[in-house]
């Protein structure tokens, strides 16, 4: 099982980037895909996540309005849209593949596969 993120950089206060986690070796209709972050000297924490089997999907609260996560099952990938970005957005941004699902209390998934980060830094 592979999860690769890509999609990282370094952008100004107010700009966008996307990041894809591309997957391989599992079943991709099965899982649930999150993100991820991990801002120095702080716990990793989840940004969003979504079904690929129902396209459920969940937030942090922080981010709402702002990022937008979407799948494309044939090509075994999730996008994570991210815009309007602040310097508290800067972070390691991982990816991951879990058991589960997300209903409307929030996600409730067993998370087994994880990717390297790839690092987003928003400049002010």
């Known amino acids: 099982v592979q999860l690769q993120a890509s999609g990282g950089g370094l952008v100004q206060a107010g700009g966008s980037l996307r990041l894809s986690c591309a997957a391989s070796?599992?079943?991709?209709?099965?899982?649930?895909i999150g993100w991820f972050r991990q801002a120095p000297g702080k716990e990793r924490g989840g940004v969003s996540s979504?079904?690929?089997?129902?396209?459920?999907?969940w937030y942090l609260d922080s981010v709402k309005g702002r990022f937008t996560i979407s799948s494309d099952n044939a090509k075994n990938t999730v996008y994570l849209q991210m815009n309007s970005l602040k310097p508290a957005d800067t972070a390691v941004y991982y990816c991951?593949?879990?058991?589960?699902?997300?209903?409307?209390?929030?996600?409730?998934?067993?998370?087994?596969?994880w990717g390297q980060g790839t690092q987003v830094t928003v400049s002010s």
């Open positions: 991951a593949a879990g058991t589960g699902g997300i209903s409307d209390y929030g996600p409730d998934v067993w998370y087994e596969y």
């Open positions: 070796g599992i079943t991709f209709d099965d899982y649930v």
């Open positions: 979504i079904s690929t089997s129902d396209i459920n999907t």
